[in-house]
């Protein structure tokens, strides 16, 4: 049986597709460790918290296209398109937190954008 892999990796800012060139996702569960005083000296559970979904992401600056405020994007969707069929997984309701320039000898002009997304949908 062949295994499938993710491929593209699909950002929609207002309609509008944007090229993605790296994307990294930092899922954070919400649990907690609970300490407490016991005989035994070492904790005995957890608590359930908030989960959060912080994407961090490279897209290619295209010359002279300056539609799209990054440091104001709230709304957006990034979707995980799988190679051949599957699942797909969408973050949605991604805002912006952080936004910088990169620029290099040997690559093109980039933006690096940290979001943070509200939902995590699999499709």
């Known amino acids: 049986m062949a295994i499938k892999y993710m491929g593209a990796v699909v950002l929609e800012v207002n309609g509008r597709e944007v090229e993605v060139t790296e994307f990294n996702v930092n899922n954070n569960t919400g649990r907690k460790l609970v300490k407490t005083m016991n005989s035994t000296g070492r904790a005995k559970g957890y608590c ?8 961090s992401l490279t897209v290619a600056m295209p010359l ?8 104001n994007v709230v709304g ?23 936004v910088d320039d990169q620029y290099s000898v040997d690559n093109e002009a980039r933006i690096s954008v940290k979001m943070n997304a509200l939902n995590k949908v699999v499709e």
């Open 48 to 55: 359930e918290g908030i989960e959060t979904f912080e994407l």
């Open 64 to 71: 002279g296209d300056t539609s799209i405020d990054w440091e």
């Open 76 to 98: 957006a969707k990034l979707t995980q398109y799988p190679v051949g069929g599957g699942q797909q997984i969408s973050y949605t309701d991604c805002f912006t937190t952080e």
